[in-house]
């Protein structure tokens, strides 16, 4: 790597810790090829990423960034995952991490705050972004079925007593 590929990635490092919803910092030491594959397809599904990084160049990117005191994080075999959903990425690698231990979650970072490895399982048990909308539209769609069902009810107990009546009114018929 020359030195303006590594001036491009300490770039583009520094823009994944600034722009990212969160960063999510793991030591990856004895993956197997597969199971980094099927990592990363999981990450790719939730829409949030997992590179192998070069450390040097991390702690360049933070030091330029003001994170600083993250340099500590990146040594050793050393990845970090992101998006733009800040659930997302520690959601992944603490189920992942639960699965298979080479996977160690080391910290990470929500905005512009540092993280360590309980902080970010914690951040993983929140529901996602799509998951609280959802909950939301549940939320406000209720009130909204209720009126619904409430306004209705008029009409269906109408129909009802007149049903009721237009039977007697046929029982009476049939009798006489």
């Known amino acids: 790597m ?26 990856y030491s004895g993956l197997s090829v597969a199971e980094m594959t099927d ?18 160049l991390a702690k360049i990117a933070l030091e330029n960034s003001g994170h600083g005191e993250a340099c500590d994080m990146f040594v050793e075999p050393t990845g970090i995952a992101y998006g733009s959903d800040p659930v997302a990425p520690a959601k992944i690698a603490a189920e992942f991490a639960k699965q298979n231990q080479k996977l160690v979650i080391i910290g990470g970072f929500l905005g512009e705050t540092m ?19 959802a909950q939301l539209l549940g939320v406000l769609s209720a009130p909204a079925s209720k009126l619904a069902r409430t306004l ?25």
């Open 2 to 27: 020359d030195r303006a590929q590594k001036r491009e990635m300490v770039d583009q490092l520094g823009q994944i810790f600034a722009e990212s919803g969160s960063v999510v910092v793991a030591r």
């Open 39 to 56: 990592l990363r397809s999981r990450f790719g599904a939730a829409g949030a990423q997992f590179k192998v990084i070069k450390n040097r």
């Open 115 to 133: 993280l360590d490895d309980n902080e970010v399982k914690a951040l993983a048990a929140i529901p996602s972004l799509d998951e609280l909308r």
């Open 152 to 176: 209705n009810a008029p009409a269906t107990g109408l129909a009802n007593v007149l049903d009721a009546y237009r039977r007697k009114q046929e029982e009476g018929q049939a009798a006489a």
